[in-house]
């Protein structure tokens, strides 16, 4: 079992159950998860903070992100829009209710009652490990774009729009951070299935492909926006962005 800072080891992904990052701020109970996901056949990574539960999700792919929505506290809307966009694994939230936000944007989601029984709470989020990675059906839309991935079909300002499979798999990724910054590993283990970035040549040409489609001026663009030195974004009203 690693602790936060640790650099991660990649199981044999024949083997187990795969990997699992616990985010809870109580560390007695984040050990706790942490020893009988461990237990069962998975390998855990704990992280104490947001900060570092995104920072964990930006440098490896997770099978399972379990985590406590008082983690966030107030914010815990936009830290949940914010691990969504960077990982396809199972997302299972630890003490849910209250919870005032739309899981609708998150599904799907597994919850896991803290009040609960640890081993049926564990062993519902592992079958939904076992299942797969989630697959978003709903439609989604941000601003003028809207995509609906039961179809691939797109429309941009009301009209429709061809996007290759690769190209509509990082315009879902960025609709559903929902104006959040998604990091370029994040898109590229989201879109190419793999953390590997290198110069982040293959993210950025896509990127073009799509502005050249969308884009009144592609070279100045209103909407797809490159956040320096952490990936993109989209914004809601591109007339409004000064670029």
């Known amino acids: 079992m690693r602790s936060e800072l640790a650099r991660p080891t990649r199981m044999d992904p024949t083997s187990g159950l795969g990997r699992g990052l616990v985010g809870l701020a109580d560390a007695s ?6 020893c009988a996901l461990d237990r069962r056949g998975m390998t855990p990574t704990m992280a104490f903070t947001t900060r570092n539960v995104l920072r964990n999700l930006d440098h490896d792919g997770y099978d ?12 815990i809307a936009t830290f949940l829009a914010a691990v969504r966009s960077r990982t ?3 997302l299972a939230l630890v003490n849910p209710l209250p919870l005032a936000v739309d899981l609708g944007l998150l599904e799907p989601v597994v919850l896991f009652p803290r009040d ?3 081993d049926e709470g564990l062993a519902q989020v592992l079958r939904a490990v076992a299942e797969g990675p989630p697959s978003f059906s709903a439609p989604t839309e941000y601003g003028p774009l809207r995509l609906d991935p039961r179809t691939r079909g797109a429309w941009w300002k009301g009209g429709v729009t061809a996007f290759t499979p690769t190209e509509f798999r990082l315009l879902e990724a960025l609709c559903r951070a929902e104006g959040a910054v998604v990091g370029l590993r994040a898109v590229s283990r989201m879109v190419w299935n793999t953390a590997h970035v290198g110069d982040g040549g293959h993210v950025h040409a896509c990127v073009s492909r799509i502005r050249r489609k969308i884009e009144a001026d592609p070279s100045h663009p209103e909407f797809l926006l490159s ?5 993109f974004r989209l914004v809601s009203e591109p007339a409004a962005v000064a670029v």
């Open 64 to 75: 399972l992100v379990l985590l406590d929505v008082e983690l966030a506290a107030a914010e």
């Open 227 to 231: 956040v320096r030195g952490e990936g």
């Open 88 to 90: 396809e694994g199972t």
């Open 116 to 118: 609960g029984s640890v």
């Open 29 to 34: 109970a984040a050990g706790a998860l942490a």
